[in-house]
């Protein structure tokens, strides 16, 4: 299993971006995906996640209204559009799956990419 993590970068405030999480070595669309965030000397932070057919998606209060989580099921890929971002949305931001591996469920990150937010 493997995620991988892109688009991050520096922006201004009230600016966007966009994240990509390319996913491989499991079925990708039986599994909800998600974004977490961690900014320094904070824990860790569910973001957003989002249902294996797309059809449920549940967003953390401080993005709601900002941030568009979706997926393309034939790309295995899963995206985060990031609006109006704010310079507390400086993080490190990471995609993680919980796969029935066949011999366990495990839990897998990508390893990150920045996003700092600016002037």
């Known amino acids: 299993v493997q995620l991988v993590e892109s688009g991050g970068g520096l922006v201004q405030p009230g600016g966007s971006l966009r994240l990509s999480c390319a996913a491989s070595?499991?079925?990708?669309?039986?599994?909800?995906l998600s974004w977490h965030r961690q900014a320094p000397g904070k824990e860790r932070e569910l973001v957003a996640v989002i249902s294996s057919d797309g059809g449920s998606i549940n967003y953390a209060d401080s993005v709601k209204g900002r941030f568009t989580i979706s997926r393309d099921n034939a790309k295995n890929t899963v995206y985060l559009q990031m609006n109006s971002l704010k310079p507390e949305d400086t993080a490190v931001y990471y995609c993680?799956?919980?796969?029935?591996?066949?011999?366990?469920?495990?839990?897998?990150w990508g390893q990150g990419t920045q996003v700092t937010v600016s002037s």
């Open positions: 070595g499991f079925t990708f669309r039986r599994y909800t």
């Open positions: 993680f799956a919980r796969v029935d591996t066949g011999s366990g469920i495990r839990d897998y």
